[in-house]
Structure formats: C-alpha cells, structure tokens
C-alpha cells in the first residue's frame, strides 16, 4: 500500500553527533516517511522542531542536493545570507556542492515541522559552517573528522 | 538565496504525452520548485489539480523513486488495489521498479495541490498501466511507444 501510515512511522530522535554537539539537537524529531515507503534512492523526512530546537549543525552536502518545504509553524533559515522566515509552504532548496552553510531554527513557542529530501550518495561529505567539524559518509557509515581530516575526538 | 520565489516559477501547462492522451491532462499545472532552487538530483515539482484534472495516465516508473505530499485540497489516488482519498499531510512511496500503476485525480469542485519527487535517473522506462503505451527516457529526450517497443504513432 503506496500510502505511508504515519501513526505507524517510528519517531526517530537523538543525532549521529559525537558531543558536545549531540546534546544540541534536544527536541529535534522525525519521521522517516520515504524509507517506511520503500525507497531507496532518497530520503524524505518529516522533521519536527519544538520550540528553540535546531534542525542541525549549519552545514552543506558536496555530493547530495537538499529540498525542504515547510507544513506547520514557522521555521527560521540560516544561511551564509542571514535569517530568513519561512511559512507553511515555503519551499528553499540547496544544490549538492553549494557551500552556503544552512539550518533551521524553530523561534517561536509552537511546534514546525519541515518535509526535507536528500539524495543518498554512495559517498557524501558534509562540512559544518561554524565549527572546525565535517563528516564523510560512506556506504552507511558515518565518521566524524576536523577539517584537517584527523579524526575528531573532543573539542579543541 | 535558497528560497524559492514560487510567484516568479513558471507556471508550466501542457503535456508531453502523444494525443489522444495530452488532451486527457487539461486542468493539471506544475511549478518546477527543485529547477528552480537549481537542483538536478531530483525533479521537485508542485502539481495544481483542477476540479476533474488527472495528474498523469496511469503508470509506474522502472528505475526512479517517486514520493507525493499532498498540500492543499483533496486528491484521490488510484493504483493497482482501487481508489484511495489523500488530504493535506497524507503521503505516498512508489519506489522504482514497483509496477503498481498509479496517478491522482481531483473529484472535488476545488483545486487540490501535492509535492511529488522523482529521482532524475538517466536512463528510464515509464508504462502506462490502463493502456498500450510506454515511455523511454534517455539523455532528457522521450520515445513514446507501444508496449512492444515499436513507435506509437497513432491509437491501434
């Protein structure tokens, strides 16, 4: 049945985030639409930030393109540019190799939610915009470096 | 900027379908959001459904993943196992190679809207389910033919 049941949708929370970083995306959740429909080639997510919450990092993908249309709420854009709201149908979109560093921020006091797809690239590398953190992902498996490459282990 | 302008996208009409069949798809519009955001990955568009408009014949796509949100309105889906009602927030998975013929007509007397992705693959073979017709895709140019691969030309 092509129809994604929702109520059945595990909600996935925490991150892939080595610390301190993880403990920032407290009240991020999502949904993992497009794997519960069988696909393969992207995922789709339904992201849910309560109040105050961050999407992620500020980042930007080298090998994968990212679409994101906000459904509910207000989300607040970061980029390169400045800050930017966005409204239920918004839509941003942020081609594979674009350096312009993003995220989401829910500012207000109710819940937004976001449908954003990416492209699952074989290998991919995302570099985080205001911190000396990127990550190479390679067939599933994430690692996390400084930007020099060494592998990251704590703050320095 | 990553936002898309969705008052400056244009609006596209028309088919590429052979006749009779482009004329099956009055009433349906499109505003292509991912070109738009310069995305190449993966086709994002916004489908508007007029009252009795058909998002498509019938079909299902060999090598792409396709994932639909409707945003506004009602739309009925029809597949392979009858009809189904979808509301904004319903979605639906057809991941490439399922052949559970599928397309989304509006039956209501107001204009219904959905996000539909489809992976940008760069060689690919639509059938059309209801009808002796397929598409063959390669390179951005499309060869309609019959099901037994010959050229269509005209309804047998």
Same mark, same amino acid.
């Given at each position: 049945?092509?129809? /994604?049941?929702?109520?059945?949708?595990?909600?996935?929370?925490?991150?892939?985030?080595?610390?301190?970083?993880?403990?920032?995306?407290?009240?991020?959740?999502?949904?993992?639409?497009?794997?519960?429909?069988?696909?393969?080639?992207?995922?789709?997510?339904?992201?849910?930030?309560?109040?105050? %919450?961050?999407?992620?990092?500020?980042?930007?993908? %080298?090998? &994968?393109?990212?679409?994101?249309?906000?459904?509910?709420?207000?989300?607040?854009? /970061?980029?390169?540019?400045? &800050?930017?709201?966005?409204? #239920?149908?918004?839509?941003?979109?942020? #081609? %594979?190799?674009?350096?312009?560093?993003?995220?989401?921020?829910?500012?207000?006091?109710?819940?937004?939610? =976001?449908?954003?797809?990416?492209?699952? %690239?074989?290998?991919?590398?995302?570099?985080?915009?205001? /911190?000396?953190?990127?990550?190479?992902?390679?067939?599933?498996?994430?690692? =996390?470096?400084?930007?020099?490459?060494?592998?990251?282990?704590? #703050?320095?």
């Amino acid at each position: 049945m092509p129809i /994604i049941d929702q109520t059945r949708c595990p909600v996935k929370t925490g991150s892939i985030y080595p610390e301190p970083y993880a403990s920032m995306m407290k009240g991020r959740s999502s949904l993992r639409l497009g794997e519960a429909g069988g696909l393969t080639q992207y995922g789709v997510n339904l992201v849910m930030l309560e109040p105050g %919450a961050l999407s992620s990092l500020r980042h930007w993908h %080298a090998q &994968e393109d990212e679409f994101v249309m906000v459904t509910e709420g207000e989300c607040t854009l /970061i980029d390169n540019t400045g &800050e930017h709201t966005m409204r #239920p149908g918004d839509c941003a979109a942020f #081609p %594979a190799g674009d350096d312009n560093g993003h995220h989401f921020v829910n500012r207000t006091d109710k819940v937004a939610k =976001f449908l954003v797809i990416g492209t699952k %690239a074989p290998r991919e590398v995302a570099t985080y915009s205001d /911190i000396d953190l990127r990550v190479e992902i390679d067939g599933g498996t994430a690692r =996390f470096t400084y930007r020099d490459g060494t592998d990251f282990t704590a #703050p320095r």
